[in-house]
């Protein structure tokens, strides 16, 4: 674990694994804190990376993937993402943008990288940007039921701003993508769909 600057740090005194399936598994530690203090700690460990992917078309259209989240039982509109695998981040994404969208992109650009709560699971996430689009039939899975709409970036952003979108990844990518735009730091071609 890293250590704080003071060189204090958690130190784990047991763990137990509480359960494992095929996406996450569940680890519980009797530990002591950076301060002393004996507690205990659940800690999600996530097999897979998160990969999100903001797609821009010559146009300025983006694709938002509407679909009922588990979870918390609610209809969410997110940009395409899912698992992915750590030894193949943008061969992932590729997937998951044709099984979500129907498109391919011709263009890739990593420009996120982030942990997603991490006070409990280390799940980790890497957002793309994909231009140069083309268009197919979508391939979702068969759990899926996914609704597409395509709207103007700068919409999307507005969304994400707003609390329309909530989804934590999708919103970080949206005004990440636009700050970056903001400051001259993506190619041209995209920037000017954020401006």
């Not at 969304?159 to 636009?178: N, P, R, Y």
Request: a negative charge; aromatic letters at 8%; glycine letters at 10%.
């Amino acid at each position: 674990m890293k250590e704080r600057q003071d060189g204090a740090a958690w130190q784990v005194v047991e763990t137990r694994e509480i359960y494992d399936n095929p996406w996450i598994r569940i680890t519980e530690h009797d530990v002591v804190d950076p301060n002393g203090n004996p507690g205990l700690y659940g800690v999600v460990r996530v097999h897979g990376l998160a990969v999100g992917i903001l797609p821009v078309d010559d146009g300025g259209m983006t694709w938002l993937v509407g679909q009922q989240r588990f979870p918390r039982g609610y209809y969410s509109w997110e940009l395409p993402e899912g698992g992915g695998s750590f030894d193949d981040p943008q061969g992932s994404a590729e997937r998951e943008l044709l099984e979500e969208t129907g498109l391919k992109a011709g263009a890739w650009q990593e420009f996120l990288r982030m942990d997603l709560s991490n006070a409990i699971t280390d799940e980790q996430a890497i957002g793309y940007l994909a231009w140069d689009l083309k268009e197919g039939a979508a391939q979702p899975e068969a759990c899926e039921r996914l609704e597409l709409r395509r709207v103007p970036v700068r919409d999307a952003v507005a969304m994400a701003l707003s609390g329309e979108i909530v989804d934590a990844f999708s919103q970080t990518m949206l005004l990440k993508a636009d700050a970056l735009a903001r400051r001259g730091a993506l190619p041209a071609g995209l920037a000017q769909h954020f401006i």
